[in-house]
């Protein structure tokens, strides 16, 4: 056997028992107490977009594709989840304190008017924000914002 094929052999067989290595579940199946939604009221057409791009990375609920179970890129993945909860978790979001709750929003609409988020690497794979979806985001954002700071 040529030296070329044996390292291909070597490569196919690290590569599928990587396979059977797979991270943990980012699943809770339902809305925590502190949840963004039992915190503030969040619009229907809010909800939505939140859903559809947030919450993938910044919750308790992430919607795995077909692909999240090849490794390395699970492993990527998991990564970028545990990465975006550590920044922002919707379903702690009741948790943090009034002045990081303001802050959170802030950065929300602060990021998504910046093309910050969602990440490139994200909307690559999924259908990023239409520009109608990132105004509805960063509206409401600002209005809770707002009324926070009226209040303080």
């Not at 969040?42 to 559809?52: D, M, R, T």
């Not at 692909?67 to 702690?92: E, R, T």
């Not at 093309?115 to 794979?125: C, D, I, T, V």
Request: charged share 20%; net charge positive; with cysteine.
């Amino acid at each position: 056997m040529r030296r070329r094929n044996k390292v291909l052999l070597v490569l196919l067989t690290i590569f599928g028992a990587i396979q059977f290595i797979q991270p943990a579940r980012n699943r809770n199946g339902q809305a925590s107490p502190t949840d963004i939604t039992r915190v503030y009221v969040v619009p229907a057409s809010v909800q939505a977009v939140l859903k559809k791009a947030c919450y993938d990375c910044h919750s308790n609920n992430t919607r795995y594709p077909w692909y999240s179970i090849i490794q390395p890129g699970a492993w990527w993945m998991a990564s970028h989840i545990k990465k975006g909860k550590q920044d922002l978790n919707f379903s702690a979001f009741g948790g943090y304190s009034d002045r990081r709750q303001q802050s959170k929003l802030k950065s929300i609409a602060n990021s998504i008017t910046d093309g910050a988020m969602p990440l490139s690497s994200y909307s690559f794979l999924h259908r990023g924000l239409s520009e109608d979806e990132k105004e509805i985001l960063v509206n409401w954002a600002r209005k809770i914002t707002d009324s926070l700071q009226a209040i303080n």
